[in-house]
């Protein structure tokens, strides 16, 4: 298959695109920094050439300084390219629990997947929760105020490889027109994974419990990113993840 994937060189894009070739598929690599397919979502400048004869596309594209501007009308603007192109089948990432948590950038995911599912090209909608990565890089931001953020906050973080083994198994099959949900293998606090960050990194840092106020912190203290019933379960714990040498970049 040809299959071209949209931010394919961020956190997630990259292990999708590594994936996919490794399955033997000719893929396409669609950035704003790629060499061959530069494509930006906020104009639709490349789109057309980049997705000529793609037979799927898979949409790993974040943004947070421009997220509804990338990821709400760029959606609309890269499944219209598509239509287009006569691709088959659009995998759109998602967040679990989007829907429930009142904060902006999850609202604004809840909006993508609205412009996705009505939308003119068959789609399925793959929802993870938070990567290892983001946690990980969230707390070396931190410690270099020797600080991290530790809450009894409830987080099921997954690896990004194994979300992207996920993304893969999906643009190879058919369409669902459904959610399919992929979470860590643990539920942990917030404070817990700090524990660990500290201890895998032989790192000090003092531990601040963060304040979540008003509704979303409501939705977010009673599981709102979690799920105990995921469609597919990673296979990565954090400790582990924290161990590989692969991963001493977000550490």
Not at 142 to 153: E, F, G, I, K, N
Not at 180 to 189: C, F, M, R
Request: aromatic share 4%; charged share 20%; with cysteine.
């Amino acid at each position: 298959m040809r299959i071209a994937v949209v931010g394919g060189t961020g956190t997630l894009g990259k292990p999708v695109t590594a994936e996919l070739a490794r399955r033997g598929h000719e893929v396409r690599v669609l950035s704003r920094r790629s060499q061959q397919f530069p494509v930006d979502l906020a104009s639709g400048q490349g789109l057309d050439k980049a997705l000529a004869g793609c037979d799927a596309v898979v949409d790993a594209s974040s943004s947070q300084r421009n997220a509804r501007q990338i990821m709400v009308e760029g959606a609309a603007r890269l499944l219209a390219a598509e239509q287009r192109a006569g691709v088959g089948h659009h995998v759109c990432i998602s967040i679990v629990g989007c829907d429930q948590a009142p904060l902006g950038y999850y609202r604004v995911k809840v909006d993508q997947e609205r412009a996705v599912t009505q939308g003119p090209v068959p789609w399925t909608i793959v929802r993870a929760t938070q990567f290892h990565e983001l946690v990980g890089g969230v707390f070396t931001a931190a410690a270099r105020y020797r600080v991290l953020p530790a809450s009894v906050l409830p987080v099921q973080p997954v690896a990004a490889a194994d979300v992207a083994r996920v993304l893969a198994d999906t643009a190879e099959s058919d369409p669902s027109g459904g959610r399919i949900s992929v979470a860590g293998p643990q539920i942990s606090s917030l404070r817990d994974l700090a524990r660990s960050w500290l201890t895998a990194t032989g790192r000090s840092a003092l531990l601040i419990p963060v304040p979540l106020p008003g509704r979303p912190g409501r939705a977010l203290r009673t599981g709102a990113l979690t799920t105990r019933n995921p469609d597919v379960t990673g296979a990565t714990t954090f400790a582990q993840w924290l161990t590989s040498e692969s991963n001493r970049t977000h550490i």
